[in-house]
């Protein structure tokens, strides 16, 4: 298992320090989201990359409407000089409240095919364009997007709701695998642990973690490190979910589940 830390940057000093303090944690990769409320993500991550030497940079997702294919190329071939080939390209077709934003920036918002196709351009662009290439790691949730990402993707982020059950993330899993023979690797986002919840998310919802419990959310682990350790591995050999997208908000919480991987 390998585990990445969600972070949103709150000053300069904060942000470097945050980063060098996820890479002795034993965090595998920094992740920021891709929104206009929060700092745009190839700066930050640069700033990262300065002051670390193992952890890996990827933003949670880009958002491709928000972008030009090549707007991507150039800063994704920045982070790649930058980080010494650290950087991994998280992309996805947009949050609804993208589209807000994408006509903010004075970028089209196409229909959901049309935007699939985007983020398909956008990964042949880097592709032929950018050395290293980075891991490309797709946001994916509806059957046509599974599909595409089976397609190109090396990694796929399942995109579920909080309530989002065991066997609705392993429908998902099942989706990718029966339209590719390449290996793909799964993430998940942890959405709680315990009783403890990050205050976005669910509790923007009016959900708390009695009712993601009585739900089966699989997102949710309990509180108990040993169990979440064993629930997780079980995961990693029944999904093949390899890594885990921990808010910031909650890896205290979670750092007793993380010592039991070092």
Avoid at 53 to 82: C, M
Avoid at 227 to 233: D, G, N, S, V
């Amino acid at each position: 298992m390998r585990f990445g830390t969600m972070l949103v940057p709150q000053s300069g000093s904060r942000w470097v320090e945050a980063a060098r303090a996820a890479e002795r944690q034993g965090y595998h990769t920094l992740l920021l989201p891709d929104t206009l409320a929060t700092t745009s993500p190839f700066p930050a991550l640069a700033a990262a990359a300065a002051v670390t030497t193992t952890l890996r940079l990827r933003p949670n997702v880009l958002a491709v409407p928000l972008r030009t294919a090549a707007t991507v190329v150039r800063e994704t071939a920045a982070l790649q000089l930058l980080s010494d080939g650290r950087f991994e390209l998280g992309l996805g077709t947009g949050r609804p409240a993208a589209r807000a934003e994408a006509e903010a920036l004075g970028r089209p918002w196409e229909t959901a095919a049309r935007r699939r196709a985007q983020l398909a351009e956008t990964v042949a662009a880097v592709r032929a364009a950018v050395d290293p290439v980075p891991p490309i790691v797709v946001a994916a949730a509806g059957p046509r997007m599974l599909i595409a990402a089976a397609e190109f993707a090396d990694r796929v982020l399942t995109a579920t709701r909080p309530q989002a059950t065991e066997r609705e993330v392993g429908q998902l899993v099942s989706v990718v695998r029966e339209h590719t023979d390449r290996p793909i690797a799964f993430t998940t986002q942890l959405v709680g642990i315990g009783d403890r919840l990050p205050g976005w998310g669910p509790a923007n919802q009016g959900l708390n973690a009695g009712q993601l419990r009585e739900a089966g959310a699989f997102g949710l682990l309990p509180g108990d490190p040993d169990r979440a350790a064993e629930i997780l591995r079980e995961r990693h050999d029944r999904y093949g979910i390899d890594e885990l997208i921990v808010p910031g908000e909650l890896a205290a919480a979670f750092a007793p589940v993380l010592e039991r991987f070092r």
